[in-house]
């Protein structure tokens, strides 16, 4: 089952190499493309690979490939970007049905699906800066899970009924931060401060439901990032305060990742390997200026390097993957 799914990633991984993210080919990035959560200018910034980042010094003279902002989408005025995209705080690529989307959130209450070839907006809502969403998942039948760290839950909303379907799902999780879809057993991964937690999905499209099947305690405190490990289909990289772990669902096992520097293992807000390298990126706040959560670099591991990206407040970022 592992061999069948690599190769099938490794297959759409390779065709979607040669195009830009808004579907231009390309063909000259040697590697993936980075997707930065930009604070300063509220955009998520999708970048040329990692080495090509190395002779730019500021945000102005980014190698970037394609944007996006809540704030110049006129669909989504209703939804009143100028306070709900406030922070915006997770961006990620997923493909569905050969098509790729930006799907991305804001402290300040948006959640959004948006189809990068097109920028149409599938679907988005306001869930209210009390909730402050913190990550999202779209699930193979369009519909959207989100969760909410203030707001202490995990929801599954019915998106695939329209581009403002409210109906949904939840679950509670203190402190959630992270949430993953796992096409292998079709079931829902998320984080929460102190645990892990898969549910299961039933119900019907139009009204979903989510049952919990698991709980797993985390080794320490402070759940922030959760996400799939490229690498080794079906485990996930779960990030803590403290800590960085590869967890094994089948074995029920958290094993520590150390890095060649300790303490970039700590607070980390995001971390993924890069298809077919294995290469680590991770973003931690570097505790200076105005955003003491944010940063201006992208730090690389196995092999060491440092992005600086001069002017930007990162909050997290990712390899603009095929999933």
């Not at 980014?62 to 009143?80: F, I, Y």
């Amino acid at each position: 089952m592992v061999g069948v799914y690599g190769r099938a990633l490794a297959a759409v991984g390779a065709a979607l190499l040669l195009c830009a993210p808004g579907g231009q080919a390309t063909g000259k990035s040697p590697g993936w493309a980075i997707a930065a959560v930009d604070q300063g200018s509220r955009r998520v910034l999708v970048l040329q690979s990692a080495e090509e980042l190395m002779p730019y010094q500021g945000p102005d003279r980014l190698p970037v490939w394609w944007s996006w902002s809540a704030d110049r989408e006129p669909e989504l005025a209703d939804l009143r970007p100028a306070r709900s995209w406030t922070d915006p705080d997770e961006a990620k690529s997923r493909v569905r049905q050969g098509r790729r989307h930006l799907i991305a959130t804001a402290s300040g209450g948006l959640a959004v699906v948006v189809d990068t070839a097109t920028r149409r907006v599938r679907w988005a809502a306001d869930l209210g800066a009390a909730a402050n969403p913190h990550s999202i998942e779209l699930l193979p039948d369009g519909n959207v899970a989100v969760a909410a760290s203030t707001g202490g839950w995990v929801r599954l909303y019915a998106a695939s009924q329209g581009p403002r379907a409210a109906r949904y799902a939840d679950h509670p999780l203190p402190g959630a931060h992270g949430v993953q879809w796992d096409e292998r057993t079709g079931l829902l991964w998320a984080l929460g401060e102190d645990a892990l937690v898969a549910l299961r999905v039933g119900g019907t499209p139009a009204e979903p439901a989510l049952t919990p099947v698991r709980r797993v305690p985390l080794p320490d405190r402070g759940g922030h990032d959760l996400a799939p490990v490229l690498a080794e289909p079906g485990r996930f990289w779960v990030s803590t305060l403290r800590h960085l772990y590869r967890y094994d669902p089948a074995a029920d096992t958290f094993a520590p990742v150390r890095l060649a520097d300790p303490a970039a293992e700590r607070d980390v807000k995001s971390i993924g390997d890069e298809p077919f390298t294995g290469r680590l990126l991770t973003v931690a706040p570097d505790h200076q200026g105005s955003c003491d959560w944010c940063t201006s670099v992208i730090t690389l591991h196995r092999p060491e390097g440092v992005r600086v990206l001069r002017g930007a407040r990162l909050y997290k970022a990712r390899w603009w993957s095929a999933l």
